[in-house]
T-cell receptor
Framework: ETGVTQTPRHLVMGMTNKKSLKCEQH?????MYWYKQSAKKPLELMFV???????ENNSVPSRFSPECPNSSHLFLHLHTLQPEDSALYLC????????????????FGEGSRLTVL | AQSVTQPDIHITVSEGASLELRCNYS??????LFWYVQSPGQGLQLLLK??????LVQGIKGFEAEFKRSQSSFNLRKPSVHWSDAAEYFC????????????FGQGTTLQVKP
């Protein structure tokens, strides 16, 4: 299997549930990202990991908790979400975070469509 | 701060017609520029990118884009649109010092009429 794989593709949860989104990349990349895509809004960068260290938390509420156990896997743990958190959550990876080693290309997964009731 | 503006939210063209999608960016220096395409239910796929050199870049699926520094623009073009090009198109800008973090425009939805 190649590329960036996200599971589940669709998730419906109540506001009191705890769930997790999973992302796996088979590209040997060192940087991984979570983006939020809401209708009619630009993609919002949420978190950035480089070599398993979080390098950016873009003012994301604490009800979203990322985890990067190794360079191939990235999780987004969800807890007590709000209906406005319903969106498509996209995972991406890149060769590395910084110019020189990085062609600048992000490779995206197909996303996890989250609905919060 | 970096920003990207795609002035057209929705564009409809006839199959076989030419296409131009607009993108304007704001950045203090020459940025890295990208166009991505997203088909329904899919993730984003890179169409083309500009880092330096020739200001006219060729991408996949017959797309090209031209970097115009004086206009802070990076418009995407295709001479003849196919029905399969119907999708959402995103322009993005990255800082040369940190190209992994991209700022995206809000996207342009392309509809293709038969």
């Amino acid at each position: 299997e190649t590329g960036v794989t996200q599971t589940p593709r669709h998730l419906v949860m109540g506001m009191t549930n705890k769930k997790s989104l999973k992302c796996e990349q088979h590209l040997g990349h060192n940087a991984m990202y979570w983006y939020k895509q809401s209708a009619k809004k630009p993609l919002e960068l949420m978190f950035v990991y480089s070599l398993e260290e979080r390098v950016e938390n873009n003012s994301v509420p604490s009800r979203f908790s990322p985890e990067c156990p190794n360079s191939s896997h990235l999780f987004l743990h969800l807890h007590t979400l709000q209906p406005e958190d319903s969106a498509l959550y996209l995972c991406a990876s890149s060769h590395s975070l910084f110019a020189g080693a990085n062609t600048g290309e992000l490779f995206f997964g197909e996303g996890s469509r989250l609905t919060v009731l | 701060a970096q920003s990207v503006t795609q002035p057209d939210i929705h564009i409809t063209v006839s199959e076989g017609a030419s296409l131009e999608l607009r993108c304007n960016y704001s950045y203090g220096a020459t940025p890295y520029l990208f166009w991505y395409v997203q088909s329904p239910g899919q993730g984003l796929q890179l169409l083309l990118k500009y880092f330096s050199g020739d200001t006219l870049v060729q991408g996949i699926k017959g797309f090209e884009a031209e970097f115009k520094r004086s206009q802070s623009s990076f418009n995407l073009r295709k001479p003849s649109v196919h029905w399969s090009d119907a999708a959402e198109y995103f322009c993005a800008v990255g800082a040369p010092s940190n190209t992994g973090k991209l700022i995206f425009g809000q996207g342009t939805t392309l509809q293709v009429k038969p």
